[in-house]
């Protein structure tokens, strides 16, 4: 068994972050300390007018940023490729020429990929930052408690565009239901997606174009690709990111209306709490942080043992049916807010939903869900007053 009791859930022990994870708390921690602390008049979750028109204006600025740098790389990796064709010839005679052809238009396009890189790193991280202060969060204006820390490096991999830990915490193993394969694949085709486009247009455009427009300009053509492409990844970022700037306070809101409704809970139904939020967890195959945050704010009010298998969602439906309906309706609560707290609503939580309403006799319905997420990403109206009457 994994006992929850006697502990903070949020200072379990976790393996060493990644170096360049390490490194953008790192630079938060600089940015924050050179300037003055921010606070929020209302709920981090909850976004009024003036902080929804700043982080329009940071979400815009980046965006265009990224677009031109992508531009900017591109524009010179085409550039040296019509510069070595004018000097060398396209046809590469020799072993000799296509050595220089190659070492000019290479070394070029890597130095501007590099460049690149490193740019929108960088500025993903100062705007993430930016976003974070907008939104009236400051991680490390307290020093006292490891929340602060875990938001920020949240927020890096988010701004670097790392992956979220795969590690087991309180015996929740993400990857539990998830297939190899799948993962594999999905990794696969992240990392091929901008040369598939760039491949594509240009395939388009030779059987569009004519042969002298095609020799000159098809280098060109990955250019407004890139750029687009950059603003797409970009606005991505920034949307994560702000969902993960509102996370803790949106978990912390939602689990607190839940325990809040004055029900006495059995030992089964406690624990019944925690198997929701690790079937979550399990279900997304994915230990997003706003899920982290859910789990810990539900263990902090519950001191029970954690059985093995805690994260095994056909014992949480079985357990779901023999509860009282008191103790049904909390769990679904808590299963609707792990299922919305990372923006998202897959077909998978979808699916474990509509059994967990089944094994409780309720007719399968997500649109109260679709509520409680737009909800939450637009950052509007109070989440405890929704999640109370969702149900």
Known sequence: MVSASGTDPAAQVETKAPLLERLGVRYFRRLSASLPRVASADAVSVLNAEERRHLSVVVRGAVIRASVAGAVSAALAAGAEVLADRLFGADHASFDVAARYWALVGGVTIVAAVAEILYLYWDSLRAVHQLSRAAGLDPFATETSG????????????????????????????????????????????????????????????????????RTWLPFVAVPGTAAWNGIVCWVVLREAKIRVMGPSAARELVGAIFDQGITLSAEGRLALVRAVASSIVRTEDLHPNLHAVLV??????????????????????????????????????????????????????????????ACGRTPDVRPAERLRRAFVAGTGSLDELIRTLV
């Open 297 to 358: 704010e539900v263990l902090r009010r519950v001191d029970d043992p954690l059985p093995d298998g805690i994260d095994d969602s056909r014992v949480f439906l079985d357990i779901l049916a023999r509860l009282p309906s008191a103790e049904q309706r909390m769990a679904l609560q808590v299963l609707l807010s792990a299922a919305i707290i990372d923006g998202r609503f897959t077909s998978a939580e979808t699916r474990l939903l509509h059994e967990a309403q089944a």
């Open 147 to 214: 929340d602060g820390a875990a938001v920020a490096a949240a927020l890096a991999r988010a701004a670097l565009e790392l992956p979220n830990p795969t590690e087991r915490v309180f015996g929740v193993d993400p990857r539990r239901e998830a297939s190899k394969f799948k993962l594999a694949i999905a990794s696969l085709l992240y990392k091929v997606k901008v040369s598939v486009t760039n491949f594509a247009v240009k395939v388009l455009v030779r059987r569009l174009a004519g042969r002298a427009l095609v």
